[in-house]
């Protein structure tokens, strides 16, 4: 238990918003094999399609390629592996793909209603609206985690440069002090 400590105490140290959005890409990961389509023909047997069958495959596809893409970015922050480098901010990853991913459940669920209109008894199911209830729940975290690094980068610039001295010796004497 102890080994996996680190685990624990790197996803305390998130902050809520990143903790949102990590988990919200989790969940839209496993919504990818919930059922997403279900029909009933008149002289067949009912069937199913998830993310990755039926005529919204390769949306699903892409849906999941995105999360899981998210997902082992946290994951490489959380297990301490930093061998993920971005060139870019973060945000700008899970803004763009969030947002990619709402327009696309919102095609897909349009494509799955149209497939419906074939069938007598016909409905959207649970697993689509799971995934883009944890999208929107995402992007509006990464909007709020956007707000707060804007806002962080203000304070940095405004901080007079004795507090940002004294902050450092202050630091640096801490520091000192363990080692001895």
């Not at 209603?113 to 999208?135: C, K, M, P, T």
């Amino acid at each position: 238990m102890k080994r996996y400590a680190f685990i624990h105490r790197n996803f305390r140290a998130l902050s809520f918003e990143q903790k949102a959005i990590f988990l919200a890409h989790l969940v839209t990961l496993v919504a990818c094999f919930f059922p997403w389509f279900n029909a009933t023909p008149k002289y067949t047997d009912p069937f199913f399609y998830n993310a990755f069958k039926g005529p919204a495959f390769l949306i699903g596809y892409v849906i999941f390629c995105i999360s899981l893409i998210i997902f082992l970015l946290f994951l490489d922050r959380l297990l301490d592996k930093r061998k993920i480098k971005l060139t870019f901010p973060e945000n700008y990853l899970y803004g763009i793909g969030g947002l990619e991913q709402i327009l696309l459940l919102i095609l897909a669920w349009s494509v799955l209603l149209a497939v419906g209109n074939d069938y007598g008894d016909s409905e959207v199911r649970f697993g689509l609206f799971l995934a883009l209830i944890a999208q929107i729940v995402a992007l509006v975290a990464t909007f709020l985690e956007w707000q707060q690094s804007k806002q962080q980068g203000v304070r940095d610039f405004f901080q007079l440069p004795e507090e940002k001295q004294k902050s450092k010796n202050t630091a640096t004497q801490t520091q000192i002090g363990m080692e001895d």
